[in-house]
């Protein structure tokens, strides 16, 4: 079992910056370490189905991102601290959304389906 715990969120003004992490943590008797999982961001806005975001690698390595937030966000890990970030940039209206952190053991960075969920963090941009 994995939990994941993300920070970060908060309402900010339209063309500002925030970034969110998300704390990993795991029982040791799985055997595995956070270096081994691929790690995303995804978001649901009101109303909306959860949507992809971003992804990484285990090493970090490769990264993916939607359309939507290429240019304006950059996922990164730290694998020493077990931690995955979101550093998002030039907010807009429409990025409005509950960001969840996500690990997947068995599936790749580019096609990431997810095993474990956080519970979200609120982001709010006013324009």
């Known amino acids: 079992q994995v939990q994941l715990v993300e920070s970060g969120g908060g309402l900010v003004q339209a063309g500002g910056s925030l970034r969110l992490s998300c704390a990993a943590s795991?029982?040791?008797?799985?055997?595995?370490?956070?270096?081994?999982?691929?790690m995303g961001w995804f978001r649901q806005a009101p109303g909306k189905e959860r949507e992809f975001v971003a992804s990484?690698?285990?090493?970090?390595?490769?990264?993916y991102y939607a359309d939507s937030v290429k240019g304006r966000f950059t996922i990164s890990r730290d694998n020493a601290k077990n931690m995955v970030y979101l550093q998002m940039n030039s907010l807009k209206s429409e990025d409005t959304a509950v960001y969840y952190c996500?690990?997947?053991?068995?599936?790749?960075?580019?096609?990431?389906?997810?095993?474990?969920w956080g519970q979200g963090t609120q982001v709010t941009v006013s324009s």
């Open positions: 990484i690698s285990w090493s970090g390595g490769f990264t």
């Open positions: 996500a690990a997947s053991y068995g599936s790749r960075a580019g096609n990431l389906r997810p095993d474990y």
């Open positions: 795991w029982t040791a008797a799985s055997g595995r370490t956070f270096s081994t999982y691929a």
